[in-house]
Antibody
Framework: EVQVVESGGGLVQPGGSLRLSCAAS????????MSWVRQAPGKGLEWVSVIYSNGGTYYADSVKGRFTISRDNSKNTLYLQMNSLRAEDTAVYYCARVPVWELFFDYWGQGTLVTVSS | QTVVTQEPSFSVSPGGTVTLTCGLSSGSVSISSYPSWYQQTPGQAPRTLIYTTNTRSSGVPDRFSGSILGNKAALTITGAQADDESDYYCVLYMGGGINWVFGGGTKLTVL
């Protein structure tokens, strides 16, 4: 069974850092595209970042230079390192699989809440 | 800046048919945008409904269908049911460094 499970969310002060993890099972992370999507409280979905199977990475303008997406193939896990956090980064962060060349999000985790506040 | 547009809200009667649309602030949506649609209820993760314009995800009832109507992507629900009351999001693949852009979502009420 394909599953992705996020962890690592929590309360952090503005300017702080946090690393989110997304443990995958039932498929190989490195053979797919993997993405992060977030949703601020009461707001819509926002694409954040993607790592392609060839290792290429892309980011939304809102997080470029502050967030870094990566993966550990030995652990079959995706990560999102978030630095210089701002109040507007407060959101539920979802990990999602993107089947290669299909370019949509087929499996989603349950999400992990990040709250940036002093 | 690329903006994907959706109706903020829509209402449909039980058993009725509704078409939600997904457009671009400038330009047309085509199959090369790989439009996909997601359903979300409060407190839950999104559920994939439709991908690559008109392919239903596994387990999605055939009363959900996707298409291109004019210059927009469209999600049609035929024979709406009470549990279709949800938020619906479309997303377009823009390519290059932009990658994906979500629409603002449509809140569908069934009453």
């Amino acid at each position: 069974e394909v599953q992705v499970v996020e962890s690592g969310g929590g309360l952090v002060q503005p300017g702080g850092s946090l690393r989110l993890s997304c443990a995958a099972s039932g498929f190989t992370v490195s053979s797919n595209y993997m993405s992060w999507v977030r949703q601020a409280p009461g707001k819509g979905l926002e694409w954040v970042s993607v790592i392609y199977s060839n290792g290429g990475t892309y980011y939304a303008d809102s997080v470029k230079g502050r967030f870094t997406i990566s993966r550990d193939n030995s652990k079959n896990t995706l990560y999102l390192q978030m630095n210089s956090l701002r109040a507007e980064d407060t959101a539920v962060y979802y990990c999602a699989r993107v089947p290669v060349w299909e370019l949509f999000f087929d499996y989603w985790g349950q999400g992990t809440l990040v709250t940036v506040s002093s | 800046q690329t903006v994907v547009t959706q109706e903020p809200s829509f209402s449909v009667s039980p058993g009725g048919t509704v078409t939600l649309t997904c457009g671009l602030s400038s330009g047309s949506v085509s199959i090369s945008s790989y439009p996909s649609w997601y359903q979300q209820t409060p407190g839950q993760a999104p559920r994939t409904l439709i991908y690559t314009t008109n392919t239903r995800s596994s387990g999605v009832p055939d009363r959900f269908s996707g298409s291109i109507l004019g210059n927009k992507a469209a999600l049609t629900i035929t024979g709406a049911q009470a549990d279709d009351e949800s938020d619906y999001y479309c997303v377009l693949y823009m390519g290059g460094g932009i990658n994906w852009v979500f629409g603002g979502g449509t809140k569908l009420t069934v009453l």
